[in-house]
């Protein structure tokens, strides 16, 4: 069995609060075809209730998150003019040892960024 497991949480850095009700959508990335493994919404601290891709789905290869940042900044009033500068939030990336990794998303409405924590 896998060890490996994702997580990630997203925090609201203009707030300095962890951002409630982010949607986010994981695919595996497999040469040019994108296949959704699944899709979460973060709890009130800003996590997913779970491991968003457990230790039995577990697989190296390259991952992508996609958050639902625009929908996150209307609901709580910072989203601007439309189109927004951020609205889906892409992060593509590599899980390439059979380990924990944790990906998570600080965002404001006119910045992002993201590291592998752990």
């Known amino acids: 069995m896998a060890e490996g497991f994702l997580t990630t949480h997203v925090l609201d850095t203009a707030r300095g609060l962890p951002a409630q009700g982010v949607g986010i ?8 075809d994108r296949h959704e493994i ?3 919404v973060t709890n009130d601290d800003g996590r997913t ?3 968003i891709l457990p230790r039995e789905d577990f697989r190296t290869g390259t991952y ?18 439309e189109p927004l ?7 593509r990336f590599g899980m390439s040892e ?3 990794y944790h990906v998570p998303l600080l ?9 592998r924590g752990s």
């Open 25 to 32: 959508t994981l695919y595996r990335i497999e040469g040019n």
């Open 38 to 40: 699944c899709r979460v």
């Open 49 to 51: 209730d779970s491991h």
């Open 64 to 81: 992508e998150l996609v958050f639902e940042a625009g929908a996150y900044l209307r609901a709580t009033g910072q989203a601007g003019a």
């Open 85 to 91: 500068f951020l609205d889906e939030v892409p992060i």
């Open 98 to 100: 059979d380990t924990h």
């Open 107 to 115: 965002i404001s409405p006119f910045a992002f960024s993201t590291y």
